[in-house]
Nanobody
Framework: VQLQASGGGSVQSGGSLRLSCVASGSITNRYVMGWFRQAPGKEREFVAGIAGSTETPRYANSVKGRFTISRDKAKNTIYLRLNNLKPEDTAVYYC??????????????????WGQGTQVTVSS
């Protein structure tokens, strides 16, 4: 399985972006998929995850109400809509997949698969 993330870019504060992550290979409903980010000098952190079968989302508190995760099973793709972006959202965003739960994803479970990352830069 390979994950290919795209959609990053540079926007001004308050702007929006949509990230995509396409999974090639066998990603079934058993897999949770999600997004993490890592800012310079900081540890990687959970952003959002979406369950495989129920498509129930889970968000970090810092992005609730601004970011939306969705999943297109037919395309083996997840999306992350980033609205009302802030400078503190600047980071490399990574997608990931694992046969786990969104709760475990949020609290540091190791992921089976990682994408290569896409840069999001928000200027004030």
């Amino acid at each position: 399985v390979q994950l290919q993330a795209s959609g990053g870019g540079s926007v001004q504060s308050g702007g929006s972006l949509r990230l995509s992550c396409v999974a090639s290979g066998s990603i079934t409903n058993r897999y949770v998929m999600g997004w993490f980010r890592q800012a310079p000098g900081k540890e990687r952190e959970f952003v959002a995850g979406i369950a495989g079968s129920t498509e129930t989302p889970r968000y970090a508190n810092s992005v609730k109400g601004r970011f939306t995760i969705s999943r297109d099973k037919a395309k083996n793709t997840i999306y992350l809509r980033l609205n009302n972006l802030k400078p503190e959202d600047t980071a490399v965003y990574y997608c990931a997949a694992d046969r786990t739960t969104t709760q475990r994803m949020e609290f540091g479970a190791p992921m089976d698969y990682w994408g290569q990352g896409t840069q999001v830069t928000v200027s004030s």
